[in-house]
């Protein structure tokens, strides 16, 4: 960017901070910005003041064009804001897979008869699980035939994860 281009930048970003200010101060407008009312404000200052580090780096250096590359400070800075940005990215991937896996899970709230109930602590105890946890294994290992026949073939309960315990 030329220093003019650089300027004109730094001018706007002038502008656009005494707009979004005087836009706080009104309670008609206010209403109509983004749901946080300053968040505007404090993009454009901080805009104004890389606008204005640039066009410092500009005189200092006597340049007659902005080259990032010869910007140690901005290159730093948008290294740290690319760093930023790619970590708040896989944040947001890793939240929304997060969200689909639960929206998969199944909670239930299982009542079975005193016999079935005691077979499945006494399997629990065997094996140092809750009975919940054994429950969790056993639904684990269904299957259903083409015909809708559910089947469990027979297993024994242990500390192995299952896929609910490994999130």
Known sequence: MTTQQVQRAVDTAVARVRETREELRSPVIRGE???DPQEPADRWAALLTEWRRASAHLAASGAG????????????????REDRRATALANHAAWTEQQRQRRDELH??????AAAGRRIRAAAARAGLSPHEVLARLAERVSVDDDGT???APFTPGRTPVASEER
């Open 150 to 152: 559910v089947s469990v």
């Open 33 to 35: 910005l983004a749901p």
């Open 108 to 113: 239930a709230e299982v009542r079975v008869s």
């Open 65 to 80: 064009l902005y080259d990032g590359d010869q910007d140690e400070t901005g290159s730093t800075w948008a290294r740290e």
